[in-house]
Every structure is written in structure tokens, then in C-alpha cells.
């Protein structure tokens, strides 16, 4: 529920329960997490991950809390990043400036954090900030381009490999899909350890298991597809 955090919604435990009895594959929730007990919930209702953003940049040390309370392979960091100039040269809003400088942008940053779904520009580098939730114990990192987000063009290459190469977690590389190459140049190039996709298969462009043929003919291990329960 990407809108949950930005709506002040708590994500509906009802429809995870409901989702989590009929798919049988890693279910990932994510969208309105703001305390342990909300990762409680959700994982208890069926999650097998839980994912967060705007409270992990709120209060970081619920990233820690978590993975210490229920391990870091359940903890997933969501990161949307965007560039700090825009295509055409322009420069956009760098937003606050956060309280850890540390993770702060600098002369030489060249992708901020936004949260509330993309809405709210952080002041945040996305690499030492990617650096630091995996620090703090996240699992994973489901990295999104927001410039690319939609347009059906690649993934931002340079972003998930900068990522990707700066962090020992798995990378989930998003935004941008529009054919079945560019799966394969997000894991080749982009040095991701996972792609996302929603536009190729959402409007029937290609099939999921097109996109696993097509990525184990150049090479790239998958699994098969599930073909449900006996």
C-alpha cells in the first residue's frame, strides 16, 4: 500500500491474511509500517516480509529493533531515489537537511531518498543511506528509480550497480521495465540480485514465465514456476 504512510493508513492486515492463504511464494508487505508491533502483525498475518521506507527514515533505529527482534531475512528497506539534477540539467528539491549528516547529500551525491510514496524529498543519499539501513540490519534493499519509474525505458543502471556494489545485502532492482532485456541488464550491468517488474506483466506485455525463459537463456538462474499445490 504505497500511499498508506502518506494517508496516515495502516496497511490492511485483513487483505494480507487473505493474499497469504492463497499464494504460496515469499509474500512481501509493505505501506504504513511504524513500530515492531506493526511487523508483528503483518508477519502473523502471513507476511514472510515486511518492507519499510518513511519509518525508516523517520526513526532508523526501527530498522534495528526489528531485525533484532525478528531477523534480518524479514526485513526489507524500500529506497525510492531520484536523481539530484533531473534530465535536463535542472536541479531538483534537496529537501531538509537531516538530522545524521553523515547520511546527508553532499557536492558529490547524485541520487536522493524520498518517502510518503515518492512525495517527500528527504535530503538523503540514497548510497550512504542504503550503507546505513543495512548497518542497522535490513536484509534487503528494494531500490527504485523513481525517474525511471514508468516509462518503460530500462532500469537506471548506474544507480542499482552504485547500490548494488556498496552493500553486502540483496538488491531488488525496480522502476523501469518495458521489455525482457532490460531484466537481464539490471542483473548483468545493474549487479542486482532481483528484478521487479509491474507494467510488462500487469498490462500482459510479457508472461512471468516468458521473463524466466528469457533470463535462463542468457544464463540467469530461476526458479521454476510454482504450479500450485497438489
Known amino acids: 500500500d504505497i500511499t498508506a504512510s502518506s494517508d496516515s493508513r495502516d496497511t490492511m492486515v485483513d487483505v494480507v ?4 492463504e492463497q499464494v504460496f511464494i515469499p509474500l512481501t508487505v509493505g505501506g504504513g509500517i511504524r513500530s515492531v508491533e506493526d511487523v508483528r502483525r ?3 498475518a502471513g507476511a514472510d516480509k515486511v518492507g519499510m521506507n518513511t519509518a525508516a527514515v523517520n526513526n532508523p533505529e526501527l530498522v534495528h529493533q526489528a531485525a533484532a ?15 539530484v539534477s ?24 547524485q541520487w ?22 543495512v548497518e542497522l540490519g535490513a536484509g534487503e534493499i528494494l531500490l527504485t528509480s523513481m525517474d525511471e519509474d514508468g516509462q518503460l525505458s530500462g532500469y537506471d543502471l548506474a544507480l542499482t550497480r552504485t ?19 532490460h531484466l537481464y541488464q539490471a542483473l548483468d550491468q545493474g549487479k542486482a540480485d532481483a528484478v521487479l517488474a509491474a507494467s510488462i506483466f500487469h498490462f500482459g506485455t510479457f508472461t512471468i514465465g516468458q521473463a524466466k525463459e528469457y533470463l535462463r537463456g542468457k544464463g540467469i538462474p530461476v526458479r521454476p514456476n510454482y504450479e500450485g499445490p497438489d
Open 17 to 20: 491474511q487473505r493474499v497469504s
Open 42 to 44: 503483518m508477519l502473523k
Open 69 to 83: 527482534a525478528f531477523g534480518n531475512q524479514c526485513i526489507v528497506v524500500a529506497i525510492d531515489a531520484k536523481r
Open 86 to 109: 533531473s534530465t535536463d540539467g535542472e536541479p531538483t528539491d534537496r529537501g531538509p537537511t537531516p538530522k545524521a549528516a553523515d547520511v546527508a547529500l553532499d557536492e558529490d551525491s
Open 112 to 133: 536522493q531518498v524520498y518517502t510518503h510514496g515518492g512525495r517527500t524529498p528527504t535530503g538523503l543519499d540514497a548510497v550512504k543511506w542504503a550503507v546505513r539501513v
Open 163 to 181: 547500490i548494488s556494489e556498496a552493500v553486502p545485502a540483496p538488491v531488488i532492482a525496480s522502476g523501469g521495465a518495458g521489455e525482457l532485456d
